[in-house]
């Protein structure tokens, strides 16, 4: 049963960045914040009472995307300088970096059981990622533009991406294969996301506009233009009732998608609103901008047990189950109230390359065996203890079978890299392609206009 509907209060803010906030997640214990900024670092920040922040260094230009894995042992983080990083989150913030993108990427995300992660570049690709083994597994091309974002449905089955070459594609992960195709945009879609249910995708619109789809009929259900600027970011709440958007107008926004109107406009920020997210429970939502701080918000409005949250959702997680939605009505707005609690950045964590002899790869075990309450030391005992105790599958592969499969590994790391070339300079060719035709046409508009 959800309480009485109140309305969103800001609660706090932090300061420590630099420059504009880029990203922004909760961890799904909801005691922490990740954030991404223009000042190429990530930062962690503790809900505990005066509790430090941690600064990460490792990226080379603007960090543009950040998120916890499901367990929250894991951050993971896109950067302009074309590389991905994991990161353990903690106050060492040791990282491993990923490269096979050739250009900016846009985002991260992790699938529901943190296997995979999906990242999304300005290279026109997606590519997904196993996190078990650490490696690449494949990429998604059909995208003639930047990719801008990418996310996993519910369930792991679908992928939805968006694109400035203005259309958004579903992509079913078992065949690789685009299944679906949105192109109804005057502007290009900014991001893009999966309600609860995985029954819906959201977009927020280049051209001030917020949609909503049914994916299951290929039906526009609702079309928002309550911004005044491009919409950058947006948000559902958990339990598939409320959307919150982030605007270049400056405000947050709040959608009752039951009434399919605009309860609430939320002024906090000085300047463009980059990114908004509400925690796993839906008690708070958090939003970043050109500001450089990074808003708490109480919500209120629509409190739900996290677990009970959960619990409903994977019962839904089929495209023939219809989408579960509560009858709440918010009420009319009041004065907020409460003292708002600042917090300010005062240690900073600089992390350092790790030695070659270093024993890391243990942080990088698969998120969904890991608990996120295991210290690294006990990771590091029990990646020593895995490494010399194999599994019952690996006592049964005879060695020479081994030696092949991981040959057969180092090859594919070497077409990787090779594809990898050939795909920035197929992007160069297309750009330098595209240059011409453009030319052409000038040439051929000025020699029409004189004759």
């Known amino acids: 049963m959800a309480s009485a509907p109140e309305d969103p209060v800001l609660q706090r803010y932090f300061k420590g ?33 005066q509790a430090r922040a941690f600064r990460y260094v490792g990226h080379k230009d603007v960090v543009t995307s950040v998120q916890f894995s499901p367990l929250g042992n894991l951050l993971a983080s896109a950067s ?7 990161w353990i989150p903690d106050k060492r913030g040791k990282s491993s970096e990923f490269k ?85 945009f005057v502007g290009f879609a900014n991001f893009v996301d999966f309600n609860p249910s995985g029954t819906c995708i959201a977009s927020a619109g280049s051209d001030h506009t917020v949609k909503i789809w049914d994916i299951r009929v290929n039906k ?4 928002y233009q309550v911004h005044s600027g491009g919409v950058n970011c947006v948000s559902f ?25 605009l309860i609430y406009t939320l002024q906090g920020h000085t300047g463009p609103v980059f990114t ?44 023939d189950s219809p989408p579960h939605l509560l009858d709440i009505y918010p009420r009319t707005p009041h004065p907020q109230e409460g003292k708002i ?30 608990s996120s309450e295991c210290s690294p030391t006990t990771l590091k005992k029990k990646t020593e203890e895995m490494s010399y105790l194999p599994s019952e599958s690996q006592r049964n592969i005879p060695l020479a079978v081994t030696d092949a499969l ?5 090859q594919l790391n070497v077409l990787t890299q090779t594809v990898s070339i050939l795909e920035q300079r197929l992007t160069l060719t297309e750009d330098k392609l595209k240059d011409c035709l453009e030319n052409q046409q000038r040439l051929f508009n000025a020699i029409q206009q004189k004759s």
């Open 406 to 410: 991981e040959h057969i590994m180092e």
């Open 220 to 223: 526009l259900l609702q079309h």
């Open 341 to 370: 609690e600042t917090v300010e950045t005062t240690e900073t964590t600089v992390r350092t390359l790790p030695d070659k002899g270093e024993e890391i790869c243990g942080y990088f075990l698969n998120p969904s065996l890991m």
């Open 80 to 86: 302009r300088d074309r590389t991905v990083r994991l």
């Open 276 to 319: 908004v997210t509400f925690s796993k429970g839906g008690e708070l939502f958090t939003s970043g901008g050109a500001d450089a701080q990074v808003l708490l918000w109480r919500t209120n409005f629509d409190e739900l047990n996290c677990k009970d949250v959960i619990k409903r959702n994977l019962k839904r997680l089929h495209f």
């Open 237 to 261: 709440h958990p339990s598939g009732n409320y959307l919150i958007t982030a605007s270049s107008d400056g405000t947050l926004k709040i959608l009752d998608l039951l009434e399919g109107r």
């Open 100 to 184: 096979a993108h050739t250009a900016p990427v846009r985002s991260v995300d992790f699938s529901a059981d943190g296997q995979f992660l999906a990242t999304a570049s300005e290279d026109k690709s997606i590519k997904v990622w196993n996190m078990y083994r650490q490696r690449f597994l494949y990429s998604l091309y059909r995208h003639t533009h930047w990719v801008r974002c990418a996310k996993f449905s519910p369930d792991g089955r679908l992928i939805v991406s968006c694109s400035e070459d203005k259309t958004i594609k579903i992509w079913d992960t078992t065949n690789k294969q685009c299944v679906n195709n949105f192109s109804d």
């Open 17 to 49: 960045h630099k420059a504009a906030i880029t990203s922004v997640d909760f961890s799904p214990d909801g005691k922490q914040l990740a954030t991404g900024s223009w000042d190429t670092f990530l930062m962690l920040w503790s809900f505990k009472p």
